[in-house]
């Protein structure tokens, strides 16, 4: 019996060493720890697309934070920068004189060039020492090519330490910070490639200028110069430096634009609709562009009514020879009224008169619709209107007298001329377009000389003022170059110039023939040249010039 109390007590001691072991048990098993499989992995194309984010915020910070270069271009001191662009290109901006901008590639970056200041000391060694412009040239393109070099490497050190800086941030791991950083050097390199496979040297004959640069671009040289010899382009080059340079240095007015004795200038406006700020522009620029003969391809009126027809009085105060074509919005009243004007030329079923020495043939439109109580009769009704000047034309043609230009207020009308006539104009749609048609003959349509008139007001945003001026070869009448201005609409003050030039007036392009083979017609010139480039634009306004070719 003595035993019994020691054995129990053995046994008590070993279950009291047992007890944490058996409370942490029970604890477990009323209270689980979460396993893994109750956390959804992130989707892979969700954590790829994350990155691709992170990367491009972060080499996006990195350019705009430092990655821009300082660098002397001649006797200028420029700044250097890649940004982000889904057009990709080349600005140059001379302040205060405007800016240039250059289709010179396709990729997702453009090079911007700032032109900070002149520096005095480079600019009066070149003012003292006028032998050095000789050589001016070469020194630019050696700034230039060290310039970019630089510009290259710190853009890359620039995108990889923001895409890395910001993937370290964010996903708080070297690796994938890394691998931010690696993605955003390969993008870079991948446009590089893309903007080398993309380069066109060509950009520079059809620039984009704003600022003062719009109003005197004769201090980029001559376009005649780069498009007969490409190759002076890097003379032109060192022509804008020194130009800039002289306008700095001086202060004084610009250079004061002369007219080419050997063109001819057409000023072609379309859709007035009774907007009186419309002939002030018309007049300021047939002086300012020293304008030939001014086109209007129709509805200068809106209802056509008796009581408008004062407002046709200032057609014969605007400078140049006026010839105009009816438009559906222009009556026989309005016609009858505009024909007894002086200086106005009206044209009406294929009728041809010769104007600033050029052969012109026009067709009113046939429909009469001022207002949505008027059925109209549609797109046929144009093209037998179009058709009748169709046949004027071949007369024309037969007759020895080849007519230079054909008008029609519906382009559906205009187009009837394809291959009769090296260029047919119109207008009605309100807004631009150039096409070459099938037979060679090329439409240009002209947007709302007027800004729609009092339409102006009915959308969210008021309509532009568009004008074109053409620029035709006095000899050949061809066309040599366009360019189109617009003007910001209702309460706006923006402006744009655009200089365009045919595809067969570009280096190494053959004159192109007549569009209907065996016609009688001029000679082509033996060599494309474009016209003098743009005169002052309108005054009191800003100017900037967007640039397309067709």
Known sequence: ?????????????????????????????????????????PHPYARALGLLAVTLLGAWLGLLIVGSVKAPVGPVDTNMTLRPSLGGGTKITVSPLGAL??????????????????DPVRSQALVDHPDRFAGLQDEVTRDVVRGTGTLAFRSCVAVVSGAT??????????????????????LLAASGAAAYATWNPKSVLEPKFSGLLSSAPSVVGSARNIVSDFNAYQRELARLVTNVTKLYDATSTLPAYQPDPSTLRVLHVSDIHLNPGAWEIIRSLVRQYRIDVIVDTGDTMDHGSAAENPFLDAVSGLGAPYVWVRGNHDSAATQK??????????????????????????????????????????????????????????TQRR?????????????????????????????????????????????????????????????????PVQASVLYLDRGTRRLQAWDEITLGGLGLSKAEVSRHLPGENRPGATPSA?????????????????????????????????????
């Open 101 to 118: 901008e250059l289709r010179s590639h396709v990729a997702p970056i453009r090079l911007d060039v700032d032109v900070d200041r002149l």
């Open 337 to 394: 009224y505009l024909a007894g004007r002086r200086g106005v030329t009206v044209l009406d079923d294929g009728r041809a008169v010769t104007v600033a020495g050029l052969r012109i043939a026009g067709v009113g439109d046939p429909q009469f619709t001022p207002d949505r109580s008027v059925v109209a009769a549609g797109d046929a009704a144009e093209r037998a209107a179009g058709a009748r000047l169709a046949g004027a034309l071949r």
């Open 514 to 550: 007549t569009p209907s083979p065996g016609a009688p017609s001029r000679a082509p010139s033996t060599a494309p040249r474009a016209p003098a480039l743009l005169p002052p634009g309108p005054a009191g306004s800003s100017a900037r010039a967007p640039s397309s070719s067709r």
């Open 165 to 186: 800086a910001l993937g370290l941030a964010v996903y708080r791991r070297p690796r994938r910070a890394l691998a931010a950083g690696g993605l955003a050097l390969a």
């Open 399 to 463: 007759a020895g007298t080849p007519v230079d230009l054909a008008l029609a207020h519906n382009p559906v009308a205009a187009a009837e001329t394809d291959g009769l006539v090296p260029l047919a104009l119109a207008g009605h749609i309100h807004h631009r377009k150039n096409q070459r048609l099938p037979h060679g003959t090329r439409l240009m349509i002209e947007g709302s000389t007027g800004g729609g008139g009092l339409r102006a007001v009915e959308g969210a945003a008021p309509a």
């Open 1 to 41: 019996m003595a035993r019994d109390p020691l054995r129990l007590l053995r046994a008590w001691l070993t279950r009291a060493r047992s007890a944490p072991a058996a409370v942490l048990r029970d604890y477990r098993s009323h209270h689980s720890t979460p396993t893994s499989t109750l956390v959804h992995a």
